[in-house]
């Protein structure tokens, strides 16, 4: 009886068993693989959960830690989960009492808030701004480079605002001003935190960018910005771009270009220390050999060339330490040009094609490394940049000197 049990287990056990569903090949491919899953959500799936998030603290985490993933999908989700009321959620969620769900709530929005629809959204919530203004008040701990967990949501509640800054109608861009946000914006340029005050400088930059355009911001040729700009607005600009940290200043000059027309030129050069600021660049003094900020500060005089100045600025000519800053960054003597030409590295065997390709290249973006114009060589690829900082400057100072007999007079000084 024993042998006869022993052969009957062992034929269940031989025996040929059919597979469950979710075990097949074709389940799997279709539910786990990241490549066939479907990448969007619905509305009537994801509703629920959103609105009985206030069921525990767990699911709270659960639920905007899911919002931070579906967001990194693609626009539709956004736009799918900003349907649902994740927008007024989140907004509730960023004065949780849990630490991890106020910070994957702000990270949250600042995912969300790349659209236009949702950035309306946020407008219509009573107090919402003030909810970041709570938020991007947090103390450094200096000389750390681990930061407390309040500055950690303040990173992300500016990207927040700037992601507000960035809207591509020019209804929501007023809105954004009425809103008091430029100001917040320009006071988060002088944060301790690095990582804060450029984030804050790239937003400034993406405000003051016409709506909708798609110019790059080292584009020669950018598209003005039509929205009413005030001389508050124009002053608490420039103090945004003297800082110390000349990323920042490089941003704010950039967005500056946007905003050059005969009156905001007038203001800036009659009534803020805009002058200094660009002298202070091209000069190097606290930002030697920092050639994105150089070639920033050109492109805005180049921007301002074209205009008359205000005459008492010419006629006292505080001009002159700008003039001067820019005429040192030509070469002074015929060593130096010598210099100049005799390239190491891999520059070395550029014929004159290449090199103007990769100019151009350094042109169109300065913020290129040496690797991405297959330089190898440090010293090569600074004289490649002074080639083109040399060919701007002398740009520049033509115009100037054709607009302006005071500049030519400037220039014999």
């Not at 040929?16 to 279709?30: D, G, I, L, N, V």
Request: hydrophobic share 45%; net charge negative.
């Amino acid at each position: 009886p024993v042998l006869a049990m022993s052969k009957a287990a062992l034929r269940s056990l031989t025996r040929s068993r059919k597979m469950p569903q979710y075990a097949t090949t074709k389940f799997c491919t279709e539910h786990y693989s990241p490549d066939t899953r479907p990448s969007s959500v619905g509305t009537f799936e994801f509703a629920p959960l959103v609105h009985s998030a206030g069921v525990s603290t767990l699911l709270q985490r659960d639920l905007t830690a899911a919002i931070i993933v579906l967001s990194d999908k693609g626009d539709e989700n956004k736009e799918v989960l900003g349907s649902t009321g994740a927008i007024q959620e989140m907004l509730l969620l960023t004065e949780s009492l849990d630490l991890v769900v106020r910070l994957n709530a702000v990270h949250s929005l600042a995912k969300l808030l790349t659209l236009d629809t949702n950035r309306r959204a946020l407008y219509e919530v009573d107090g919402a701004i003030e909810r970041f203004s709570r938020l991007v008040s947090a103390r450094v701990t200096h000389q750390s480079h681990v930061q407390p967990a309040t500055v950690v949501a303040m990173r992300a509640a500016t990207e927040c605002i700037a992601q507000l800054a960035r809207a591509e109608t020019r209804e929501l861009k007023n809105m954004f001003i009425e809103k008091g946000l430029v100001k917040h914006l320009c006071t988060l340029t002088m944060s301790e935190d690095e990582q804060t005050r450029r984030t804050a400088a790239t937003g400034l930059l993406w405000l003051c960018q016409a709506p909708a355009s798609k110019k790059d911001k080292w584009s020669r040729r950018f598209d003005l910005s039509d929205l009413e700009w005030t001389a508050d607005h124009i002053f608490s600009f420039v103090e945004a771009a003297d800082n110390s940290d000349p990323d920042v200043t490089t941003q704010v000059l950039l967005g500056l270009r946007c905003l050059c027309t005969p009156s905001t030129i007038y203001i800036m050069l009659n009534r803020t220390k805009i002058l200094h600021i660009l002298a202070t660049a091209l000069r190097g003094e606290l930002f030697r050999d920092h050639f994105t900020l150089i070639m920033a500060a050109v492109l805005f005089i180049w921007s301002i060339a074209d205009f008359q100045w205000p005459p008492h600025v010419l006629d006292n000519q505080a001009f002159l330490p700008m003039l001067e800053a820019l005429t040192r960054l030509l070469p002074r003597t015929p060593e130096e040009v010598i210099c100049m030409q005799s390239a190491k590295g891999v520059m070395s065997t550029w014929n004159e094609k290449t090199l103007e390709r990769n100019a151009q290249m350094l042109i169109a973006n300065p913020d290129l490394t040496m690797s991405e114009v297959g330089e190898s060589y440090p010293q090569s690829f600074r004289q490649l940049q002074c080639y083109v900082l040399i060919c701007d400057v002398v740009v520049v100072l033509e115009h100037l000197m054709l607009q302006m007999t005071e500049m030519r007079e400037g220039l014999f000084h």
